[in-house]
Each structure stands twice: as C-alpha cells, then as structure tokens.
C-alpha cells in the first residue's frame, strides 16, 4: 500500500515533468532507488540488481522496471496500475549475454519512445557505465543527456506527511541514542554497543516500529574518534576512552540523523575545550536558520563561532536529509557550506553535524533540523554537549 496519497504522488510527477520540460527532455529514466521510492512509492531490497522508473512525458503514470521476482513487491507498494509495472526476467540477471538494460530498451520501444530525447542519473550509485553504454547501444536514435539530481532537487521540500515521518524517525533516534549512552560502558566490546543500537533503531518505539538506516552505525572510539566515518570493532571499552556515536533513525526510508560524543570517566581538557566550542557554534548557527538565509550563511556563521577560538571545519557543516537507502540518507542537493547559494524554504530538512576530526582524537554534535516559517525546529531531543558516562 502506497503510503502517500495519490494526488501528492501526481504532484511530484508534475513537478518532475516541469523540470523536464526545461531540461529539453522526454522521458527520464530513474535509477536512484529513493527516486523510484518517491515518483512511484516502490520499496524493497532489490536496488543490487538494475531497475528503474521511467517518466515520461506522453504518460500519465511512470513506468516501474525491475527483476521479475520483485514484481509482486512492485504491486504492492506502489500507486501505479498494472499495466505501468513492467518486471523482467531471471535470464537478464547477471547474465553474461544479456543486460536489464536491454528489456528497458524494449520497453521504450513498446512505449513510442526509443526516439526521445533521455535523461539519465549519470551520477547515481545505481547506473553503472555499462548500463548507459548498453541504453546508447540499444537506442541508437534516442539523444541522451545527463538528468542527475533532476528529482533529488524536487525533493528538497517536504510535503506535511513527509515531515510526520521524519518526525518520527527524529523519536526513534531519540531513544536510540540514549541506548547507546547506556550501553557504552568499560568492558563491553564495540559490537555488542552496536547490537543494542541496531536493536533500539529498528524496533522504534511504543507508538512506531523503525526501519534500517541507510547507514550503519558509526561508533569510533579512541584515537579511532580522530577519523570519520569508521564503525565498530570486537575491542571492549576501557576507562578514559572517548566514543563518537553518529546514527540515525528511520521511519519509511525517511530519517533524522544525530550524532553525539561521550567519555567513559573525565574528558581530557582538549576534548572538553573543543566540545564547548562546538556546542556554542552549533547553537549560533541553529538561531540563524530562517526562510531567506543561505545555506552559505549559516556555514558561515557556525565558522565566525569557532574560529574566535582558533578552530576552522574544512568539511560542510551539514545537508539536506530526508527519505534515502544504503549508502547514504543525504539527499545530495543543498548542502551547509561556504558559498552555498541554496536560500532557506519553510519544510526544508537538513542534517547539520559539526564532526570535529583532529590527530588522534574528535569530536561529534550534529542535529536534524526542519526549516519553519520563523526559524527552525530541532526535531531530536538530546541534550546538546559532551557526555561524561560512568564507569
């Protein structure tokens, strides 16, 4: 069942087709799987094979191409008909002598648009090179151009029932991150601090169940907090260690990420200094947030902050979130960096962590945010600072 109506499914079409339209394109074929989730509602652990969703101009509905045996996921979670579901079969899946991409060729043909002038998400994970060198080999009169991030920007405002599951993700990362506060004690090993939080993620809370994060945790612990992006190891917790802990809760593919630091005993006077620091350029940057203001203002503000104590952050200080999969929950359009002309809108989502990664030890506060008509609303609720946690 869709979970959408279907009138705010003809309204993301449309307004797909209008940035088509202005792109000089005909039909665009979608590769990305939160694209496919967004135009048609489809959801399912199938993007390791090529599928796609094609719009197209001459048509009221997209079409939904994919492997066979997820047809019945396609029937089922999408809002399209039957006619606009078109699965594939078993014979293109890893096949050495045919492609998904020569059945997509063929329904193009089918439809009248073997011709058209094509998008494609060239930049997506999902479209390989060998994908588009077999779409251009099969369709040898279509014209073919570059339509990454067409839908992704389309995205970037969030309709009411958008925001209500963000909302509840933002609950569950809540609860989430205060398991891991729990868990993380001397002597027990990373992966069973990990176990517990995939636990508190996927199983949500009392009014709402979870779904996977499009990214696992990130749980570095001593000097280990120096580098970013590292997950969990089978080492146990020892007195003194400090941890980074960045997760995220999801509802729907939809999610508020959040990212704190603790320490088992007494911070060391640096990582106390830097936390304060943070904090304080968090919150400076938070109370800037407001319709009109650029993404660039407020990175720029969160950098006047720190830098008054001598810090700089080379990298972003955030992005746009919102419905995603594995490997990533950002949405790839705005992001909160230097010169980032992207003007603030009312049910704008973005995550802003300030990751602080310095030689042999870091630092992480972040929060998701939702742009309102007057400023901004923090959508967990977790005391913003570094947590002290006892042995």
């Not at 509840?168 to 992966?191: F, L, W």
């Not at 176990?195 to 001593?222: C, K, M, W």
């Not at 640096?270 to 943070?278: S, T």
């Not at 304080?280 to 660039?296: E, I, M, Q, S, Y």
Request: include cysteine; hydrophobic fraction near 40%.
């Amino acid at each position: 069942m869709a979970l959408f109506s279907q009138s705010e499914y003809e309204s993301r079409i449309g307004v797909v087709k209008e940035r088509m339209a202005q792109k000089r394109i005909d039909v665009l074929i979608v590769f990305d799987p939160a694209n496919m989730n967004y135009l048609t509602g489809y959801d399912g652990w199938s993007f390791y094979v090529p599928q796609v969703v094609i719009v197209a101009q001459s048509r009221r509905e997209p079409l939904w191409v994919g492997r066979g045996q997820d047809g019945n996921g396609a029937r089922l979670t999408c809002w399209i008909g039957e006619s606009s579901i078109k699965p594939y079969a078993d014979e293109y899946v890893q096949s050495t002598t045919r492609h998904p991409m020569d059945y997509v060729s063929d329904v193009l043909r089918d439809e009248h648009l073997a011709g058209s002038r094509i998008g494609i998400e060239m930049d997506a994970y999902y479209c390989t090179a060998f994908s588009y060198h077999r779409l251009q080999e099969r369709l040898p009169d279509a014209k073919f151009s570059d339509a990454s991030l067409l839908v992704n920007w389309v995205r970037l405002v969030k309709s009411e029932q958008e925001l209500t599951y963000i909302r509840q993700a933002a609950t569950i990362v809540t609860h989430a991150m205060q398991t891991a506060m729990k868990a993380i004690r001397p002597g027990v090993r990373e992966s069973d601090a990990a176990a517990e939080i995939f636990r508190a993620q996927i199983r949500g809370t009392h009014t709402v169940g979870g779904d996977y994060p499009a990214i696992v945790p990130l749980i570095p612990s001593n000097e280990r907090t120096g580098a970013a992006h590292l997950t969990w190891t089978d080492r146990r917790y020892q007195t003194g260690d400090a941890v980074n802990i960045e997760i995220a809760g999801c509802v729907h593919r939809y999610h508020a990420p959040l990212s704190r630091s603790a320490v088992l005993g007494t911070p060391s006077p640096r990582l106390q200094e830097l936390a304060n620091v943070v904090v304080d350029g968090v919150n400076a940057a938070l109370d800037v947030v407001k319709p009109g203001v650029t993404c660039g203002d407020v990175e720029a503000t969160w950098q006047r902050s720190i830098r008054q104590h001598g810090y700089r952050k080379e990298s972003r200080l955030g992005y746009a979130v919102g419905l995603n999969y594995p490997p990533d929950w950002g949405e790839h359009t705005a992001s909160l960096r230097a010169g980032d002309p992207t003007v603030l809108e009312p049910r704008m989502v973005f995550h802003m962590i300030a990751g602080m990664w310095m030689d042999g030890y870091g630092l992480e506060v972040s929060e998701a945010f939702a742009v309102t008509p007057t400023g901004c609303e923090v959508l967990a609720d977790i005391d913003r600072k570094l947590f002290v946690l006892d042995d």
